[in-house]
Nanobody, 123 residues
Framework: QVHLVESGGGLVQPGGSLRLSCAASGSILSINTMIWYRQAPGKEREWVATITSGGSTNYADSVKGRFTISSDNAKNTVFLLMNSLKPEDTAVYYC?????????????????WGQGTQVTVSS
C-alpha cells in the first residue's frame, strides 16, 4: 500500500505565501514524477505543476512565476511554494504522480488520492 498526505494549507491574504507539502509513503522504490493539482469549488480538478526525479519542472500558465515546485527525493516528499497568492488560487490542493516498486521495472500512478489541503486566499 502507498499513501499520499498533503499538508500546509490555510487561510492567507492576497499577496501572501504558503508552502504545501506532500509526503508519499509505503512500498516505494523510487518516484519518477510528482504532480500538484487543485480543485476549486464547482470546477474540475486542474494541473498546477510537475517535477521529475531529475528535477525538471513545468507549471500551468496561471501559476508560472509565482509557484515553485521542489522535492526531497530521499524523503519521498514534494513541496509547492506559493507566492503572490490571488483569490483565484483558492482550492483544495492534491498531489499525485508515478512511482516504482521493487517488484516491477515500470512506473505506475499512485492508486488513490490523498485528502488534499485547503488553500483559501481572502482578505
Amino acid at each position: 500500500q502507498v499513501h499520499l498526505v498533503e499538508s500546509g494549507g490555510g487561510l492567507v491574504q492576497p499577496g501572501g505565501s504558503l508552502r504545501l507539502s506532500c509526503a508519499a509513503s509505503g512500498s516505494i522504490l523510487s518516484i519518477n514524477t510528482m504532480i500538484w493539482y487543485r480543485q476549486a469549488p464547482g470546477k474540475e480538478r486542474e494541473w498546477v505543476a510537475t517535477i521529475t526525479s531529475g528535477g525538471s519542472t513545468n507549471y500551468a500558465d496561471s501559476v508560472k512565476g509565482r509557484f515553485t515546485i521542489s522535492s526531497d527525493n530521499a524523503k519521498n516528499t514534494v513541496f509547492l511554494l506559493m507566492n503572490s497568492l490571488k483569490p483565484e488560487d483558492t482550492a483544495v490542493y492534491y498531489c499525485n504522480g508515478r512511482y516504482r516498486t521493487a517488484s516491477s521495472p515500470y512506473t505506475q500512478p499512485f492508486p488513490s488520492w490523498g485528502q488534499g489541503t485547503q488553500v483559501t486566499v481572502s482578505s
